[in-house]
């Protein structure tokens, strides 16, 4: 029997922070795809269909609240909302 692997997108611009979430993605077994835009997101729900996506809260161009309302119009797809802030 071949299992199929579980997708996640990953939806960060913070390059570091989406290739650490990568490699302990992928190291537990899941695949991964990252993209770095809101708007970009979007179409990659509907062409990658993954079965979590991880949703950074501040986006460039369509920020993460509004890319969820968006894409709970379309899918049920569970979304983890992702956030962090420094005072650097």
Do not use: H
């Not at 979430?21 to 077994?29: M, N, S």
């Amino acid at each position: 029997m071949v299992s199929m692997r579980q997708r996640i997108l990953v939806v960060d611009d913070d390059a570091s922070l989406a290739e650490m979430l990568t490699i302990v993605l992928r190291g537990e077994g899941f695949d991964t795809a990252v993209i770095g835009d809101g708007t970009q997101a979007l179409t990659a729900v509907r062409e990658l269909r993954p079965d979590l996506v991880l949703l950074d809260l501040m986006l460039p161009g369509m920020n993460g609240i509004d890319v969820c309302r968006v894409l709970r119009q379309d899918s049920g797809v569970p979304i983890v909302m992702l956030t962090a802030k420094t005072d650097t």
